[in-house]
C-alpha cells in the first residue's frame, strides 16, 4: 500500500535525482528506480540557479532521504556555493570544520565529533588520503568539480559503513542534469589583506548530450593559483610544569632542567608543587604558494531507458609548498638561569635571564620551517543500471582511489642560534608571551633586527632537520547488488548488495633525526655562520601587518633564512670538527627512518540486506550491514643501545640494527538499522531511526611504529604509533527528527540524538617506565647519570566508552520579495572514560551555530553568512590530568554580491573571514597559558563567468 502523503513535487525530485548520481550500489539503485518513476517529466527544460535554486534543491533532497540527512547543491554548472566545499558544509545544521594555511577549510566534524568518526565518498567510492588517517583533506580538491555534497547523520544498511559522526557524499555533475549543450567559463582573483597577496582561477565545464540524448559527456577543468600567508606562535615543546606529588598523574612532571625554585633552597616545597613555568615558544608567519589542478569527466551511455553505462574520473594535484619564517625562544628553567620571578595562580608570569654562561643565557634563534606537500588524487570507475525485469533492477560498479604524497626529506625544521651574550626579560599577560632582550655590545633584539644590526657571524649552526614522508594511499572497490520490486505486505522492494574493497596504505618516513644528523652541527660542533659564506642570511625584511592582532611585545622584522644555500654552503664547508674529524654532510642527511614507517594492507568484505516499507502515512527501512575486515600491518623496531648527553638539551641516541615487526587481526560486525517516517501532513513527519555505527582507527594507528626522537631535546618519551590489534569504534545510536516543511523552499527541522561509542581510541600516558635504556654517557662514555634512564611511554589504546547526545535547531525561509534567512544551531555534550576515569571526549565541539541572511531578485544576489564554533578540547591531560588543550571559540563571517548582466555574464564579488578572526588554542582557556595562535586575515573575491 502506498502512502497517503507521497512525496508529490516530482519536477523538484525529478531535479534531486538527477543531482545525485551516486554509483554506490544502493544510491545508484534507488537513484535508478526515482529517475523511472520520474520518466514521464520534462527534466531537460527546466534550469535553475542561484542561490535560492540550490537550497531548494537541498531541501527537496532532505524530504526525499531514507534518513536524517542534509545537503548543499551548486548555484548552477561548475559553480558550488563556496571556494571550498568545507567552507559550504560548515553552513550545515551540526557540521564544523578545521582550517589550513590560509583559513582554508580543510577537516569536516559532524555532530561535534572529529574528523576521524567521518568517512567522505566521492559518488558513493571512498576517497583515498595523503595523511596518516582516513579523514579526507577538504583542500586537496577544488569545489568546482563538484555539483553536490549530502551529509548523512542517520544510518542506512545500504550505505557505506565507517561513520559514526556521519557519512559526507560528494557528487559530481551528470550530462543528463540538463540535457543537451551547456557550459561556463569563470576566472576569479582574489586578495587577502592582512597578506596583501594575491591569487587567481580559471575554471571551466562543459556538458552535452548525443544521438537523440542516448549518449553524454560533461567535462570540467581547474587551475588556480593563490599566495597565503598565515602568522603563527606556538609552544614548541611545552610549558614546563613541576612535578606534584599529590598528583599521581604528574608525579616526575617535565621540569627537565630541575623544578622551578622561586625561593632558591634547592628542594621541591609544597608551594612549589606542579607551577608552571614557560618553555619553549616561536613566533612567525608560514607563507604558502598554492596551486591547484583538476581534471574532472563524465560520459554516460543509455541506449534504452533500461540500461545506463557510466564511465567517470576525476584526477587532482595540489601543490602547497610552505615556507615558515620564525623566532624560537628556549627559556627552560635550569637552576640559576631564572632571577626576578613573578608567580601568579601557580604560573611563572615574569622572570630575567642575565647569566654569562652560553649555556644558560638565553640564545634567540631563527627558524626556518618548511613542508613539501604536493598531492596527487585520482578516482576512477565505471558502473552499470539494468533494469533486467519490471520488477528487479542490478547495479554494478568497481573503482579505484588512491592519493600519493612524496615529500620524503624534504620538509625542513633548520634553526641557527644567536652566540652573543645578552640579557632579556619573559613576561605573561596574554596570549602569545613577551621578550626583550639586550646584548652586550648595546643591541637590542627588536630593533636589531629591523635595523639590519645582525649578520652571519652573530649566528651559529645548530638543530638540522630535513625530513618528511611518502605516502601512498589505493582503494580498490567493486559492489554489486539491486532491487527487487514486492509491492506486498507493505513492502515495497528488497535492497540487497555485496561488495569487496581493498586499501594499501604506506608510509616511509625519510629524515636525519635517527642517524643523528639533526644535531650534528650543533653544541660544540656548531659552526659560525659567517664562515660558511655563500647567502644565508640575506636580509631584513618586514611582512605587512604581522602579528598586529596579538598586542604582545616581540620583535617583528625577520632575516632572510636562506635552506637551499644553507645546505649547498654546509656541503662545501671543509673545516675540522672539535673532535679531530672533519665535517662530512652526509653523515646529516635524511635517510630513512624505519620506526616510523609502515604497511597497512586493510580487505574487506560487505553485505547488506534492508527492506523499504510504506504504509498510509508511513515509510520505513530496516536491514542489516555485515563487515569483515582482515589487516594486515607491518612496522619496524630499533633499541635503543645508549644515549650521549652533547649539552644542555642536547642528546644524541644510538640504535640496533632494524628488525621487521609483523601484525595482523580481523574483526566482523553485524551493523543493524531501522527508519521510521510518520506523516502527520504531506508538509510536517517525524523521523526515528535506530542503528549500530562503526569508525576504523586511523591507518597509521594499526601499524607497530615508535618513536624516541624527542630524546634529542632531553625530552625521555617513547611514543607508539599504534597496533593492529586496535578495534573499531562501534557506536549504538539514535535520532528523533521532527521536520516541517512549512512553505515552499522552507524547512524548520529539529533533531535529538544519542550515541554510546565503545573503543573510541584515546592516549594513554604512562610515566617513569624502564625501557632497557642504561644511564646517560657523556661524549667520553662515562656514565654521568644512576641506574636505566626512565622515559615516559605515550601509545594510542581503545578506551572503556564514550557518550555523545545533543540536539539540533534549523530553519530556512525566502519570502516573496527576495529575502531569505538560514539559521542552525548544534548542541552537544560528551564525555569519555579511559580506565575508569573520566575524561573530555577530544574534538568535540559544545556548540557550533550559523545565521545566513540572503536576497535574490531579479539580476542581484547577496547575502552573509557567520559560522561560530564553541571551545573545545584537543588533546587530554598534557600537563597532567586535567590540564586540556583547548581549541578557544571561533566566527567565521563570509560575505557575497552577484550581479546578472544577461543569461550569459554574471559578476560577483566574495568576502570571507570579515572579522579577521583567528584559532587560538591554550591550557584550560587560560590566556596565560597560550598553545597556539593562527591568524589568516580578510579575503575577497572578485569574479566573472560566462554560461552557454
Known amino acids: 500500500m502506498k502512502s497517503l502523503f507521497p512525496r508529490r513535487n516530482t519536477l523538484f525530485r525529478g531535479i534531486a535525482v538527477a543531482l545525485l548520481a551516486s554509483p554506490s550500489v544502493a544510491a545508484l539503485a534507488q537513484d535508478a528506480a526515482a529517475t523511472a518513476e520520474a520518466a514521464p517529466q520534462e527534466l531537460d527544460a527546466v534550469v535553475v540557479t542561484g542561490v535560492r535554486a540550490s537550497m531548494a534543491r537541498a531541501v527537496e533532497l532532505k524530504r526525499e532521504a531514507g534518513t536524517v540527512q542534509d545537503s548543499i547543491s551548486a548555484l548552477e554548472l561548475g559553480k558550488f556555493p563556496d571556494d571550498n566545499v568545507a567552507d559550504s558544509l560548515s553552513h550545515i545544521t551540526g557540521v564544523a570544520i578545521s582550517r589550513t594555511a590560509g583559513g582554508e577549510g580543510q577537516k569536516v566534524s559532524v555532530r561535534g565529533l572529529g574528523p576521524e568518526y567521518t568517512i567522505t565518498t566521492f559518488n558513493g567510492r571512498i576517497l583515498a588520503t595523503d595523511g596518516a588517517g582516513r579523514d579526507f583533506a577538504f583542500d586537496v580538491l577544488p569545489a568546482d568539480v563538484i555539483s553536490g555534497a549530502d551529509v548523512v547523520k542517520g544510518a542506512q544498511a545500504s550505505l557505506t559503513e565507517g561513520a559514526i559522526g556521519g557519512l559526507i557524499n560528494l557528487r559530481s555533475a551528470s550530462p543528463f542534469d540538463q540535457k543537451g549543450q551547456h557550459g561556463a567559463v569563470r576566472l576569479e582573483g582574489d586578495r587577502n589583506l592582512m597578506s596583501e597577496l594575491n591569487g587567481g582561477k580559471l575554471s571551466a565545464v562543459y556538458s552535452n548530450t548525443f544521438a537523440d540524448d542516448t549518449i553524454g559527456v560533461v567535462v570540467g577543468t581547474v587551475y588556480a593559483k593563490r599566495k597565503d600567508r598565515t602568522d603563527v606562535a606556538g609552544n614548541d615543546g611545552g610549558w614546563t610544569r ?70 567517470d574520473g576525476l584526477k587532482t594535484r595540489l601543490d602547497s ?56 588524487t585520482d578516482l576512477f570507475g565505471a558502473n552499470v543500471h539494468w533494469q533486467a525485469s519490471d520488477n528487479l533492477l542490478l547495479v554494478g560498479d568497481v573503482y579505484r582511489s588512491s592519493s600519493e604524497r612524496r615529500s620524503g626529506g624534504q620538509d625542513t625544521y633548520v634553526v641557527l642560534r644567536m652566540n652573543q651574550p645578552n640579557t ?7 596570549g602569545v608571551p613577551n621578550v626583550e632582550a639586550t646584548f652586550a655590545d648595546g643591541r637590542q633584539l627588536a630593533a636589531g633586527l629591523a635595523n639590519g644590526e645582525f649578520g652571519p657571524s652573530d649566528f651559529n649552526t645548530h638543530y638540522f632537520s630535513l625530513a618528511g614522508d611518502n605516502v601512498r594511499d589505493q582503494i580498490t572497490g567493486s ?153 594486515t600491518a607491518q612496522a619496524w623496531d630499533g633499541k635503543i643501545t645508549k644515549i650521549v648527553e652533547n649539552g644542555a638539551w642536547n642528546y644524541t641516541a644510538t640504535y640496533a640494527e632494524p628488525s621487521s615487526i609483523y601484525q595482523t587481526s580481523d574483526y566482523t560486525y553485524a551493523l543493524p538499522s531501522a527508519n521510521f517516517s510518520w506523516h502527520f501532513s504531506e508538509d510536517l513527519l517525524l523521523r526515528l531511526g535506530a542503528a549500530k555505527t562503526m569508525a576504523r582507527p586511523a591507518v597509521s594507528t594499526l601499524a607497530p611504529t615508535n618513536t624516541t626522537e624527542s630524546v634529542s631535546w632531553g625530552e625521555f618519551t617513547q611514543i607508539y604509533g599504534g597496533n593492529a590489534e586496535l578495534k573499531p569504534y562501534t557506536a549504538n545510536q539514535a535520532d528523533a527528527s521532527l521536520e516541517w516543511y512549512f512553505a515552499e523552499n522552507s524547512i524548520f527541522n529539529f533533531a535529538v540524538y544519542y550515541k554510546k561509542i565503545k573503543n573510541q581510541i584515546t592516549t594513554s600516558w604512562e610515566p617513569g617506565e624502564d625501557i632497557g635504556v642504561g644511564p646517560i654517557l657523556d661524549a667520553a662514555g662515562n656514565a654521568i647519570t644512576d641506574g636505566p634512564t626512565l622515559f615516559n611511554i605515550m601509545r594510542p589504546i581503545n578506551g572503556d566508552h564514550a557518550k555523545v547526545h545533543g540536539y539540533e535547531i534549523g530553519a530556512q525561509h525566502f519570502w516573496d520579495n527576495g529575502f531569505g534567512v538560514r539559521a542552525q544551531y548544534t548542541r552537544n555534550w560528551s564525555s569519555s572514560w579511559v580506565d575508569g576515569e573520566e575524561r573530555p571526549l577530544e574534538g568535540i565541539a559544545p556548540s557550533v551555530y550559523s545565521l545566513g541572511v540572503m536576497y535574490e531578485r531579479g539580476p542581484w544576489s547577496a547575502g552573509v553568512t557567520a559560522d561560530r564554533t564553541d571551545g573545545f578540547v584537543t588533546a587530554t591531560n598534557v600537563l597532567g590530568a586535567g590540564f586540556n588543550e583547548v581549541a578557544d571559540p571561533i566566527t567565521w563571517v563570509t560575505a557575497h554580491v552577484s550581479y546578472e548582466y544577461d543569461k550569459h555574464l554574471t559578476f560577483s564579488l566574495e568576502g570571507r573571514n570579515l572579522l579577521d578572526e583567528a584559532n587560538t588554542y591554550s591550557i584550560n582557556g587560560n590566556p596565560l597559558l597560550s598553545q597556539g595562535y593562527y591568524r589568516y586575515g580578510r579575503g575577497i573575491t572578485l569574479g566573472v563567468s560566462y554560461r552557454f
Do not use: C
Open 242 to 311: 613541576n612535578p606534584d606529588p599529590t598528583d599521581e598523574s604528574w608525579l616526575w612532571g617535565n621540569a627537565w632542567g630541575g623544578s622551578i625554585d622561586p625561593n632558591g633552597n634547592g628542594e621541591l616545597d609544597p608551594e612549589e608543587y606542579g607551577l608552571i613555568g614557560p618553555g619553549q615558544f616561536r613566533v612567525g608567519s608560514i607563507l604558502e604558494e598554492k596551486k591547484r589542478t583538476a581534471f574532472t569527466a563524465k560520459v554516460e551511455w543509455r541506449p534504452t531507458s533500461d540500461l545506463r553505462v557510466t564511465v
Open 321 to 376: 609548498p610552505q615556507v615558515g619564517y620564525q623566532q624560537s625562544y628556549y627559556p627552560l628553567y635550569a637552576p640559576g638561569r631564572w632571577e626576578n620571578m613573578v608567580v601568579r595562580n601557580g604560573v611563572v608570569t615574569a622572570f630575567d635571564i642575565t647569566s654569562d654562561d652560553p649555556e644558560l643565557r638565553l640564545n634567540p634563534e631563527l627558524l626556518n620551517q618548511t613542508e613539501h606537500r604536493v598531492v596527487d
Open 424 to 430: 632579556s626579560h619573559f613576561w605573561l599577560d596574554k
Open 479 to 631: 559492489n554489486v547488488g539491486g532491487e527487487l520490486y514486492v509491492g506486498e505486505l507493505n513492502i515495497d522492494k528488497i535492497k540487497f548488495g555485496i561488495g569487496h574493497n581493498q586499501r594499501k596504505k604506506s608510509r616511509d618516513l625519510v629524515n636525519n633525526s635517527l642517524n643523528g644528523g639533526a644535531d650534528y652541527y650543533s653544541g660544540d660542533n656548531a659552526i659560525n655562520v659567517g664562515l660558511l659564506g655563500g647567502n644565508v642570511l640575506s636580509r631584513s625584511f618586514n611582512l605587512p601587518h604581522f602579528m598586529d592582532e596579538s598586542g604582545s611585545v616581540f620583535p617583528r622584522s625577520f632575516l632572510a633564512f636562506d635552506v637551499p644555500a644553507y645546505i649547498e654552503a654546509l656541503k662545501a664547508y671543509n673545516g675540522t670538527r672539535p673532535d679531530g674529524t672533519p665535517y662530512d654532510y652526509a653523515a646529516a642527511g635524511p635517510v630513512w627512518n624505519p620506526l616510523e614507517s609502515y604497511r597497512v594492507t586493510e580487505k574487506t568484505w560487505t553485505g547488506y540486506v534492508e527492506l523499504e516499507m510504506a504504509g498510509e502515512r508511513w515509510d520505513a527501512n530496516a536491514g542489516v550491514r555485515l563487515v569483515k575486515t582482515r589487516t
